[in-house]
Structures are given as structure tokens and as C-alpha cells.
């Protein structure tokens, strides 16, 4: 694989990686049904790691456009970027769920379901039938796990609630990025927080089930989620204390904790948690012993209030050396590092090589590398199955739930599908 990007073809990025498919026993899921009315990020990535463990995930998506990530960009051969990512091992039904026929081919469908997940805007399952008070009485062992930016109560219930609004209003922004700029972490990480809270909230409804046999309500807020995450820089806060400052990729409260140069003009990320690491960092590192019992840098508390002092000692101590020279001495002397990657880099990740961390899926464009899930069972096979083009399951579907090929047809000239 050359730097300009991800492997082409079938095979997984050099280095190895191990077969993932669908058909290699059972899995945690398999027997479980989910369906989704799901767009964006935070309830396709949801719903992928169900997939992954074999559930069946049927994905209704509006018919001619689908769901609204498949246009984010063009990036893997045409596909966007984020579909591929959340949407392998699914299946596309086309349905344009406010049609008039598009009620009783939900209602089959949810007869079917163990999981029906929805992020769509505030109120509009509700609209539909799909909240969980109306379907718990005929579906009780039902499990249903709402998304939504601020939950289905209070005063910011109805606000659009993208992943960058919610980084900002649950104070993430406010201590990410330079003393003069705020900065968005540069992945979804409010989607991803939901997405993840969503999934391990239905595997814990799944198991509940399983002992009483009824399902229940998961309401999920992208705000709550983040604001979990937060819980350090809110405690550093607490009864009024400052918080954390804004200081780009260091360590707010640690030093030294972040990036420095080394003279090639590579950047070395480098991490002391305690006054033992100090000393054997002084000594070994940039080998000034005598700075260890600089009364400046005594503690944490006093580098972290010096920090712009010492940055400027290890950058000169750094300046004669290569990034290679750095990252070596401080492996040598057992200091926390790390390279500062890029993405070309992260694909030819030797760690993630060595591992067999990559396979394949298919794509509507092909075959593309995925990184198996990570953290599973070590007896599991995930899934990895294709990500699906847009309404590639719908006549299959259709057929399944008792319709036939003129009733399909009726539907599809009717615009329902």
C-alpha cells in the first residue's frame, strides 16, 4: 500500500491480518433483530457494532437520496467516508415512512424486532407510531433506544443538535484547542459517545430481557453523553475552581505531558505522570541532572506552572537530536511516547499489522480494508459483510413480510419504496 492512501483491491494492508466473515459460527447476536430509522453518525455506529456481533440490522433509508451521510463526500472510490464506516453488514430498505403504505410495512417489521433504534428529530417517531408507550402494549418484549442531541425533555428538546454544537455546549471546546483558539476534536466524538452509550445500553436491555422477558425505553442524549466525559475537567472545576486552561496538544494539569520538536522537526509526544519519571527524565533524557532538583520543577504543580521555563530547556536539549534519537532515549529510560501520526502513517501502523488487526469488507465500489472491532470475545468471529448500496434489500424484504412482486411493484410506482 502506497502513502497516498487506504489498500486497493481485496487484500488487507501488508503485514497480515485475519479472514472476518459472516458465516464462521454463531455469534453473540445472531437471532436478534434491530431496525432503524437512522441517519449521520450516532445511530449508524450504534447499530454497526450490533452488527458486528451478528445481529440483523435492517436500515430504512429515504428513497432516491437514502440516508444523508451517503453524500458527505467521495473519498473511498465514490462512497462517503462516514457510510462505509458505520454501515457494513447492514441492510438498506428504501421506504418513505410518511407514505400511506409505509405504516403497515413498519408495523411487520417491528413485529419482527427485538431493537428499533431511531435518531430522526425530535417528535418525529412519536409522529410515526414508533414511540415506545405506543408500541410497548402489543410489543412487550420490544426494546427501543431513542437518540436525540438534548434527550425528549427540557428546554432544549427541540434544537438541531450536530456533533460540533454539542462539543460546545457540553464545554469540550472550552478546553480543547490553543489559549487563543478553541478547537473541535477532529473526529465525531459527540456521535461516538452516543453511538457507544446506545450500543452497550441495548446489550444491557438484551440481557434484562433475557430474565424477564420484557423490553423497555433507552433515551439517549449526545449532551449527557459528552458531559460524562467531562466529568475530570468539571471536577478540576468544582465549587468555583478554575478550569482546565486551553493548551493545544499538551496536558492541561501534567508537565511535561505533550508535543515537542526534536531537530529534524518531527514531533515527539512525550508523557511524565511522577517525580520518580522526572528524575530518570532528566538524568537519561535530555541528561541534566541537575534540573531534577531545580527548586522551578520541584513538582508537577510547579512544571505545570513554569511550563513556557522547561518547554524551553527540553527544546533545547531536543534541538541536536532526530526524532528517532528522542523516541529511543526515551523507550531507554521507560518515559511514555508516542509519534505524532498522520493517516497514511496509521494505515501502515506496524503495531496494527503485527496484530492482524485489518481485513476486508465489500462496498458497492469494491472491496476495501476495515479494522476488525475492537475488544471482542476471544472465540468470536466478527461480522464484517458488506456495506450496502442503497435499497439493495428492499424487494428481498418486501418478500419476506408477506408482500408479492405486483404488490411491490405497486409500492414502487407509488413512490413507497
Known amino acids: 500500500m502506497s502513502a497516498a492512501g487506504p489498500p486497493q483491491g481485496a487484500r488487507p494492508p501488508e503485514g497480515g491480518g485475519r479472514e472476518a466473515t459472516s458465516g464462521g459460527g454463531i455469534l453473540p447476536?445472531?437471532?436478534i433483530t434491530v431496525v432503524t430509522l437512522e441517519h449521520a453518525v450516532a445511530g449508524p455506529f450504534c447499530t454497526r457494532q450490533l452488527a458486528d456481533l451478528g445481529a440483523r440490522v435492517i436500515k430504512i433509508e429515504r428513497p432516491g437520496s437514502g440516508d444523508f451521510a451517503r453524500g458527505y463526500d467521495e473519498r473511498v472510490r465514490g462512497l462517503a467516508s462516514?457510510?462505509?464506516?458505520t454501515n457494513r453488514s447492514k441492510e438498506s430498505l428504501t421506504l418513505d415512512v410518511k407514505h400511506p403504505d409505509a405504516a403497515a410495512i413498519v408495523a411487520r417489521l417491528i413485529d419482527k424486532a427485538d431493537v428499533l433504534v431511531q435518531n430522526l428529530a425530535p417528535g418525529a417517531a412519536a409522529r410515526l407510531g414508533l414511540a415506545y408507550?405506543?408500541?410497548e402494549k402489543t410489543h412487550p418484549g420490544l426494546i427501543v433506544c431513542d437518540i436525540s442531541g438534548y434527550g425528549d425533555s427540557g428546554p432544549y428538546r427541540d434544537k438541531k443538535a450536530y456533533d460540533l454544537l454539542i462539543q460546545s455546549e457540553s464545554g469540550f471546546l472550552s478546553i480543547t484547542g490553543t489559549p487563543d483558539d478553541p478547537a473541535k476534536a477532529g473526529c465525531s466524538i459527540a456521535d461516538i459517545s452516543a453511538g457507544m452509550y446506545a450500543y452497550s445500553s441495548i446489550l444491557a436491555a438484551l440481557i434484562a430481557r433475557g430474565r424477564t422477558g420484557r423490553g423497555c425505553r433507552i433515551d439517549v442524549a449526545l449532551l449527557e453523553t459528552m458531559v460524562e466525559w467531562m466529568s475530570y475537567p468539571l471536577y478540576y472545576a468544582h465549587d468555583g475552581a478554575p478550569?482546565?486552561?486551553?493548551?493545544?496538544a499538551a496536558?492541561?494539569?501534567?508537565?511535561?505531558?505533550g508535543p515537542f520538536p526534536a531537530g529534524d522537526g518531527k514531533i515527539v509526544m512525550l508523557g511524565l505522570q511522577n517525580e520518580r519519571e522526572w528524575t530518570v527524565f532528566c538524568e537519561k533524557v535530555i541528561r541534566n541532572a541537575a534540573l531534577a532538583a531545580d527548586p522551578r520543577f520541584a513538582s508537577n504543580s510547579r512544571r505545570t506552572t513554569a511550563r513556557e521555563e522547561l518547554r524551553a530547556i527540553i527544546v533545547d536539549a531536543f534541538k541536536g537530536l532526530t526524532a528517532a534519537e528522542v523516541v529511543a532515549r526515551l523507550d531507554a529510560a521507560g518515559?511514555?511516547?508516542?509519534?505524532?501520526n498522520d493517516m497514511h502513517e496509521v494505515w501502515e501502523h506496524a503495531q496494527l499489522k503485527a496484530r492482524g488487526r485489518w481485513t476486508t469488507v465489500e462496498t458497492p465500489a469494491g472491496a476495501i480494508a476495515a479494522l476488525l472491532p475492537p475488544?471482542?470475545?476471544g472465540d468470536v468471529t466478527p461480522r464484517m459483510d458488506p456495506v450496502p448500496a442503497l435499497g439493495q434489500h428492499t424487494?428481498?424484504?418486501l418478500r419476506e413480510l408477506g408482500y408479492d412482486e405486483r404488490a411491490i411493484e405497486r409500492l414502487r410506482a407509488g413512490g413507497a419504496i
Open 335 to 340: 518515559i511514555a511516547n508516542a509519534r505524532m
Open 251 to 257: 496536558h492541561a494539569t501534567i508537565y511535561p505531558y
Open 375 to 377: 475488544a471482542l470475545p
Open 395 to 397: 424487494d428481498a424484504i
Open 82 to 85: 462516514h457510510f462505509v464506516w
Open 243 to 248: 478550569p482546565p486552561p486551553r493548551t493545544g
Open 133 to 135: 408507550d405506543a408500541l
Open 29 to 31: 447476536l445472531d437471532g
